[in-house]
């Protein structure tokens, strides 16, 4: 997972140095990964998996995969089978230690009983929005609930009951008895159990009362024996709340360590709204290549390595900012372009006819596979009469500085022939371009020494053309940062309405046999990964990204 480079260094990583070097946990390491069921993973949650994986790596420690599995109305298997084959893919090494939860609701609700004997708990009978009204502000101290002095016994009877099922959802909670007043709100006598009838999907009809995630949280991390819990920034501020759990119970005590959300340009990350364009309809399930999830980049054919460079770089701060989309995909584009066979395929096919090739003729001219791995070998491609090339690589009055095809000019083509363009064959009515006629000049094969031409563009032989179908991806949504949106709008007003196109194209026949996955570099077009649904019979290719490196460009003009 840790790949070749040597490990970056970062604030995380020195705290657990010197936790080793002090014989704090008698130098033992072991995070844990602990998503919510309730959505496919995001390349944000990639972050959070190589630190919290590639530091058990490097110490030699473990990392648990948990599911916080809390909230049963929002949370499904199919999100837990989804996250168990994302962290797989991106490398994740959880052995056999995937827990749950609710695993542990029983000794939880042991706890809370334990937390009420010590009259450190006790059931409230305020609604939800009487404890919100009643929780005053950052700025001024909260109420005591009425109920706040019940009597132990009181108390262990009426959590029984909720426990039982004899009251209706929301009629009372269990509040942990901390402070009011509390400068942090999280304090104020805290909820840490809530009424909810309802089917848990792995817990079924057990229990109708359900830890909430603060409750729960530390409470796990104590019980898998967790060194160091990673968390992002958010949750700084429910530390003191962990540790006043893990202190009444006197129990295990995990270090927390906070760092920073990924967030990036043009792109949602929350699972709610993600959720929304999911359930709307707006992409096409929750592995859209255009969605940021782990199974939409891998759809579009993003590689592990390439996504774990990428959360490499991030490294790891105390302050939220914002990354380019562009980082990501220069990562991904590192990483394709040692490990993908170069192809040719034209995505908007003109045909070109060579006029003095003789009919009939057909050449295998050599091409190379990966100028980037001399290992990856030759292959031939079939040349003849007639190929087909790109709409824009001809155009028949050419603005300045356009150094491809156009009447009286020459080119060469890709691993063949240097060719003068003589003319085009035009729709008598429409005035379309039909065909580009050439000549070629036999002596300029590809490798033989010969004159030196502007510009060199690919093809596909017109007989061995086999139809692909390219879906060509642009950003899902128009501005920077999606989630800044003014009064009254909703982030779906920056969707991008163009953001897939999908043309039918040729392909060189080493394509044909393309599996689901495969990647490819297509000249000059772009790295293409052949879609889940792709068959020999009906070739899909996603773009993952252009060739274009927008942000190498970025970087050197700042
Ligand atoms: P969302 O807000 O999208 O629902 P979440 O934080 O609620 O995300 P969880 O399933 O609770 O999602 O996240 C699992 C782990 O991944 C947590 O430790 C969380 O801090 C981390 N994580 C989630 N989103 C990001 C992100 N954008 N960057 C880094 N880590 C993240
Ligand atoms: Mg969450």
Known sequence: MMDADSPPSNFIRDIILADIASGKYGGRVHTRFPPEPNGYLHVGHAKSIMINFGLAEEFGGKCNLRFDDTNPTKEDQEYVDSIIEDVRWLGGDFGDRVYYASDYFDQLYEWAIELIKKGKAYVCDLSSEEVR?????????????????????????LFERMKNGEFPDGARTLR?????????????????????HAEHHRTGRKWCIYPMYDWAHGQCDSIEGITHSICTLEFEDHRPLYDWFLDQLGIYHPQ????????????????????????????????????????????????????????RSLGVSKTNGITEFE????????????????????????????????????????????????????????????IWIER??????PPKGYYRLYPGNEVRLRYAYIVTCEGVVKDPVTGEIQEVHCRYDPSTQSGQPSRKVKSTIHWVCAAHAIPIEARLYDKLFTVED???????????????????????????????SAQPGDRYQFERLGYFAADKSSRPDHLVFNRTVELRDTWAKLQKRL
């Open 327 to 386: 980082k990501l995909e220069y990562y991904i584009r590192q990483d394709l372009n040692r490990t993908s066979p170069r192809v040719m395929a034209v995505l908007r096919p003109l045909k070109l006819v060579i006029t003095n090739y003789p009919e009939g003729q057909l050449e295998w001219l050599e091409a190379v596979n990966n100028p980037e791995d001399p290992s990856a070998g030759t292959r031939k491609v079939p040349f003849g009469r007639e």
């Open 482 to 512: 999606p989630n800044q949106v003014p009064e009254g709008q909703d982030f779906l007003a920056y969707l991008n309405p163009n953001s897939l196109e999908i043309v039918q194209g040729k392909a060189e026949p080493a394509l044909a």
């Open 176 to 196: 942990a008895k901390i402070d009011m007043a509390s400068p942090n709100l999280n304090l104020r006598d805290p909820v840490m159990y809530r009424i909810l």
């Open 256 to 311: 927390q360590i906070e760092f920073d959300r990924l967030n990036l340009t043009y792109t949602v990350l929350s699972k709610r709204k993600l959720l929304q364009l999911v359930e709307q309809g707006i992409v096409d399930g929750w592995d859209d290549p255009r969605m940021p999830t782990i199974s939409g980049m891998r759809r579009r054919g993003y590689s592990p390595a390439g996504l774990r460079a990428f959360a």
């Open 392 to 397: 824009d690589d001809f155009c028949e009055v």
């Open 133 to 157: 009204r009643t929780r005053g502000t950052p700025t001024e101290p909260g109420q005591n609930s009425p109920y706040r002095d019940r009597s132990v016994e009181e108390n262990l009877n």
